[in-house]
């Protein structure tokens, strides 16, 4: 499985960004899909995690609310649109797929919100 983000940028407090996560390979059985995110000296941390099989979507608290994740299957690309961004939600966001147990990560995309 190769993932590709895409979508991320330079965004004013209180703006929006689309994030995507285009899956190519062998993109069947896949049980698991989330994005994570990981600001300048802290630790990568779960910002929404979606469950194959009717197993629904979760979220971090700090984003409950604001951002929502979503999956396309006919395009095997998942989404995280992101409303009421504010400078904490800087950082480098990542898409994870797991399939048959093997984690798969994409390389990031940069979303900078600035004040």
């Known amino acids: 499985v190769q993932l590709v983000e895409s979508g991320g940028g330079l965004v004013q407090a209180g703006g929006s960004l689309r994030l995507s996560c285009a899956a190519s390979?062998?993109?069947?059985?896949?049980?698991?899909m989330g994005w994570y995110r990981q600001a300048p000296g802290k630790q990568r941390e779960l910002v929404a995690a979606?469950?194959?099989?009717?197993?629904?979507?979760n979220y971090a608290d700090y984003v409950k609310g604001r951002f929502t994740a979503s999956r396309d299957n006919a395009k095997n690309t998942m989404y995280l649109q992101m409303n009421s961004l504010n400078p904490e939600d800087t950082a480098v966001y990542y898409c994870?797929?797991?399939?048959?147990?093997?984690?798969?990560w994409g390389q990031g995309t940069q979303v900078t919100v600035s004040s």
């Open positions: 994870m797929y797991i399939r048959l147990g093997t984690s798969y």
């Open positions: 390979g062998s993109t069947f059985s896949i049980n698991y």
């Open positions: 979606i469950f194959s099989g009717g197993g629904g979507t």
